[in-house]
């Protein structure tokens, strides 16, 4: 992307804070970007956990797709609802859009793993224009809002390199794959679903919230008996907030398949919010404990 280009933000999910919306959008203008809000971003309905009805959701994010002058659509925030817009999408309209950029995490990984399978495009799973790591009163969560940075603009050339650091190795190696996955309550929600994830031949990233240690077991039991992880070559844990100690019930699940995997990326939910590219070459480095991606030409999915 290039300051002067077009940004659109939507809500798919949650109904967002009008203040801190007003806020995303400052700091994405103060990036010499141009932005453009949804005509029902700010709507509101019956169910109060959703931000207007699921037709007026996914006209406002299919119309940013596809409109030309759009470089970037955001999400404005999680919450719930974004699985609800995807049988209610013309994927075909949005394909023949062509590529440009997702941004955003939580319960817009329904929308990564669909943006995956029907339209093959890198997506960017970072901080949201109405989260309080981008809104917040004084400023910017600075080493999330640099990163977001540099995952939109690039660092001096038409492939970014990116390297986000853990704190612990669950099991050793190392891995090069593309990069899928996002919250783990999302992934299995999609089980048996035209949008049911897989990892075959790709590093799987996981991350949640709020989740008792047996949820995860939980889910990542059905993810394991619906053959997700047939094939994975590496896993990347992202953060784990308020989910008590998940760290053993993570390895007694995820070790037993013998890839690399490395754990607490700050990467999620938290503070800070690194972002990475979904659909594009991640590298798992267990050495210096890190999860490594480039964004390119030559390096972006298929």
């Known amino acids: 992307m290039q300051p002067g280009d077009t940004v659109a933000i939507v809500s798919p999910s949650g109904p967002p804070n009008a203040v801190m919306l007003r806020r995303g959008v400052e700091r994405l203008e103060a990036l010499g970007l141009k932005v453009v809000v949804g005509a029902h971003a700010l709507d509101r309905q019956e169910l109060d ?6 037709a007026a959701r996914a006209a406002d994010l299919q119309a940013a797709w596809c409109d030309p ?6 999400c404005c925030r ?3 609802g974004a699985a609800r817009l995807l049988d209610r999408l013309d994927w075909n309209a949005m394909r023949a859009a062509g590529r440009k950029v997702l941004v955003g995490s939580s319960d817009i990984t329904a929308l990564h793993n669909a943006f ?9 799973h970072g901080p949201m224009p109405a989260s309080q790591i981008m809104a917040d009163e004084k400023r910017p969560e600075p080493q999330s809002w640099e990163s977001l940075r540099a995952a939109l603009f690039g660092a001096g050339g038409p492939a970014h390199d ?16 593309v990069l899928s996955g996002g919250n ?12 049911q994830p897989s990892f075959q031949g790709r590093i ?3 991350e949640d919230v709020t989740e008792e240690p047996y949820r995860i077991d939980r889910m990542l039991t059905q993810l394991s008996q619906a053959g997700v992880f047939e094939g994975v070559r590496g896993i990347a844990l992202g953060s784990w907030v308020d989910c008590g100690d998940p760290y053993p019930v993570l390895r007694e699940r995820l070790a037993p398949l013998g890839v690399p995997v490395v754990a ?11 972002s990475v590219w979904l659909g594009a070459l991640g590298v798992i480095d267990t050495e210096s404990c890190s999860l490594a991606g480039r964004i390119g030409e030559k390096e972006q999915a298929r």
């Open 78 to 80: 999680g919450g719930y």
């Open 184 to 195: 783990l309550s999302l992934l299995a929600s999609m089980c048996g679903t035209r949008w």
């Open 116 to 124: 995956a399978v029907e339209l093959g495009v890198p997506t960017l």
């Open 49 to 54: 956990y959703l931000a207007g009805s699921d």
């Open 69 to 74: 002058a759009v470089s970037a659509v955001f």
């Open 204 to 206: 799987a990233f996981l």
């Open 264 to 274: 607490g990326l700050p990467v999620g939910h938290g503070s800070p919010q690194m």
């Open 162 to 177: 990116y390297r986000v650091h853990g704190d612990r190795v669950l099991v050793p190696g190392r891995a090069e794959g």
